[in-house]
């Protein structure tokens, strides 16, 4: 194994626990714009994904790159996808207190 494998790995697994400890710790008020901030970050990683796909010589490389932009892209897709459900959640809510002012405001 050469050291820049052996350091690749090693940023790839701390990376890893230090997403995994921020992650966790975030208040779940604060998931839908940590959710939106993902979603651009991941757009980027796609956009590199091809850019690296484009550029590869052979079959592996390009299998890769491939694999590495459906990947990409079915993230963004479900990040827009959870980030949706949860802005529809608020909506609801918001929408069903109209509701109750509405009615309270005909009753008086």
Known sequence: MSVELVLGIYVFILA????????????????TPLMSATNAIHGIVVLGAMLVAGAADTL????????????????VFG???????????????????D?????????A
Do not use: W, Y
């Open 16 to 31: 890893m626990f230090v997403g995994f400890e921020v992650i966790s710790r975030v208040p779940s008020v604060l998931h």
């Open 60 to 75: 592996l490389l390009q299998a890769l790159g491939f694999i590495a932009v459906v990947f990409g892209a079915a993230n």
């Open 79 to 97: 990040g827009f996808v959870v980030t949706d459900r949860m802005l529809e959640m608020f909506r609801k809510r918001g929408a069903e207190l």
């Open 99 to 107: 509701k109750e002012t509405q009615r309270k405001a005909k009753n």
